[in-house]
Nanobody
Framework: HVQLVESGGGSVPVGGSLRLSCVSS?????????MGWFLQAPGKEREGVAT??????QYANFVKGRFTISKDSALNTLYLQMDSLEPEDAAMYYC??????????????????WGLGTQVTVL
């Protein structure tokens, strides 16, 4: 049974930085499954932010150059470093695990394990 728990959200000024963390209850998922970060703003659809499998990463256009996804398999932890935050980045951020190692795109139907989210506010 896989459990994902996000942390690190908070309130920051425009241009500020945050680092989100996602701890998995099972470590092997990081080496055999694509891991992703998603966001959802009030009244809007959830959308993909970034994914990682091994050393391969993928970023949504609106965060490319500002956000960095990484992982520490020894700590069973996924990270999202967010720099140069903009008001449009304010949302609930979710960590999720895809069904397998395939990572291209952000098909939510193929992600079956989700955390409960961590809130990011940009003032």
């Amino acid at each position: 049974h896989v459990q994902l728990v996000e942390s690190g959200g908070g309130s920051v000024p425009v241009g500020g930085s945050l680092r989100l963390s996602c701890v998995s209850s099972v470590g092997y998922v990081f080496s055999s499954h694509c891991m992703g970060w998603f966001l959802q703003a009030p009244g809007k659809e959830r959308e993909g932010v970034a994914t990682i499998i091994g050393s391969d990463t993928q970023y949504a256009n609106f965060v490319k150059g500002r956000f960095t996804i990484s992982k520490d398999s020894a700590l069973n932890t996924l990270y999202l470093q967010m720099d140069s935050l903009e008001p449009e980045d304010a949302a609930m951020y979710y960590c999720a695990r895809r069904d397998g190692p395939y990572c291209l795109g952000y098909s939510e139907a193929e992600y079956h394990y989700w955390g409960l989210g961590t809130q990011v506010t940009v003032l």
